[in-house]
């Protein structure tokens, strides 16, 4: 009986914190399908849009990553995970009382505060709950909230925005006019408060997968040791040869792939004269789709790797990924129609959701219990800071500044695919054997 609880309660955790995932990425990729209207409204250029999209947003999620983490290596996860989500729920409902660039700058940049307490905290709390045989699949699962929540802010964020435009706006009691933009972040926003909810009310797991190590001569309890910052840091920092290469590689497609999630509606609208919520109606089937069949392809291929010897399956499977993208994604802008688009950004899709899941397992197999969240919020740190941060403004400067006309950015979506997809190929394959090595350890305790 008591097992079957635990079972029961293991996979609640696991669908609430997918829910958590789905509305995150709903919350921060909202405003793919919105660039138009809010450009219109705030009078700025791509750059600035980019700003607004990624750097207002990583800047308190990458500030915030690894205190967060370290917190949730030592106190209840759960809880944690909770008070975040209801603060990115709030803070996205109050993008859309934003009136100027410095207002809605601000609330992204309070999206990404809540956002920061999610991913680290649900990726310690799963490891703990789940062997590391099921962990790839585990993780995969998880991570498919990442293409439903983009494919669901594209598509169903189309609707509602097409909704509150033909309503022409409302007006609200005690916010007085709101328009169909800003309507749309408030309605999104607000599911969120129910996930953090029933976040509160599951059952915390024991720490389990802890890294033993002497102080005074006596070995410490591996259950209730902790670990400093500084502690986590040494430990990375001399197992750089694995983490650097990994996180720097994961970077590198983040990149690929945020600057697709951000610009490939707006292009595509410029290019083919469509509204951007009509193009989004669509692209967001196709991202949930292949998206959710890439991501499950990364754990299903990850599996069949480890069943046959390879215990570095997932850093395998990552490298692979990394050469199946490049030339869907140099070419998929410069479609003659918007039918071929769509259909060359199934296979951009698919790899941009397969390599994710199993790299984060990949992490998680070879880092001690106590800095799990850590590495996690390390890894984040460096997949946002380069992948939302950087990727969208770099498109964004290469359209506004380098490139010029309709086509402008096709032109720079395409330089950053060829820059870094092979360089993340490079990355990964100088980290297989290495990684080999820390998986052996990892076997021995870290010892």
């Not at 914190?17 to 995150?24: C, D, E, K, R």
């Not at 992204?108 to 703990?128: C, I, N, T």
Request: charged share 10%; with cysteine; net charge positive.
């Amino acid at each position: 009986m008591k097992h079957s609880k635990t079972l029961s309660n293991r996979y609640w955790l696991l669908l609430l914190l997918l829910m958590a995932y789905i509305l995150s990425f709903i919350d921060r990729n909202i405003m793919a399908i919105l660039v138009g209207p809010i450009r219109d409204d705030f009078a700025i250029s791509d750059e600035l849009y980019g700003w607004l999209n990624g750097v207002a947003f990583t800047f308190m999620y990458v500030i915030l990553g690894v205190p967060i983490a370290w917190l949730a290596d030592r106190k209840s996860r759960k809880n944690i995970i909770a008070v975040g989500t209801g603060i990115w729920s709030v803070m996205t409902f109050l993008c859309g009382m934003a009136t100027g660039f410095n207002s809605f700058f601000f609330a992204r940049m309070g999206v990404g505060v809540g956002e920061a307490a999610l991913s680290p905290p649900a990726h310690s709390l799963l490891a703990d709950y789940f062997s590391k045989e099921q962990l790839p699949t585990v993780m995969a699962i998880f991570t498919l909230g990442i293409p439903i929540g983009v494919g669901v802010s594209y598509s169903l964020g189309g609707w509602v925005y097409a909704w509150a435009l033909a309503q022409g706006g409302f007006v609200l009691p005690l916010l007085g006019a709101v328009k169909p933009w800003q309507a749309t972040f408030m309605i999104v926003g607000l599911p969120g408060l129910l996930v953090a909810l029933g976040i509160f009310r599951v059952i915390e797991p024991s720490r389990t997968g802890a890294m033993r190590s002497k102080i005074s001569g006596a070995e410490q309890d591996s259950k209730t040791m902790d670990m400093s910052l500084a502690q986590t840091w040494h430990f990375l920092w001399q197992r750089k040869s694995v983490y650097l290469p990994i996180f720097l590689a994961i970077s590198c497609l983040s990149i690929v792939g945020y600057s697709f999630m951000m610009w490939f509606v707006a292009h595509a609208s410029r290019v083919y004269d469509i509204p951007a919520f009509e193009i989004g109606k669509t692209f967001g089937l196709i991202y949930l789709c292949a998206g959710v069949a890439g991501t499950l392809f990364g754990a299903l291929l990850s599996r069949i790797l480890i069943n046959r010897g390879f215990a570095d399956a997932a850093i395998r499977v990552a490298l692979l990924v990394a050469v199946l993208w490049l030339i869907p994604a140099i070419i998929v802008t410069h479609m003659p129609s918007l039918t071929w688009a769509y259909i060359i950004s199934v296979p951009c899709i698919f790899c941009l959701n397969a390599y994710f899941g199993v790299s984060i397992a990949a992490i998680q197999i070879v880092t001690p219990n106590q800095m799990r969240a850590q590495a996690s919020a390390v890894l984040l740190f460096f997949t946002n800071v380069f992948g939302l941060a950087v990727g969208p403004v770099i498109v964004g400067r290469l359209s506004s500044v380098v490139f010029s006309g309709d086509e402008s950015l096709a032109n720079a979506l395409s330089v950053v695919a060829v820059v870094f997809c092979p360089l993340a190929v490079i990355l990964f394959a100088v980290a297989l054997k290495p990684y080999k090595a820390l998986l052996q350890q990892a076997e021995q305790g870290w010892s």
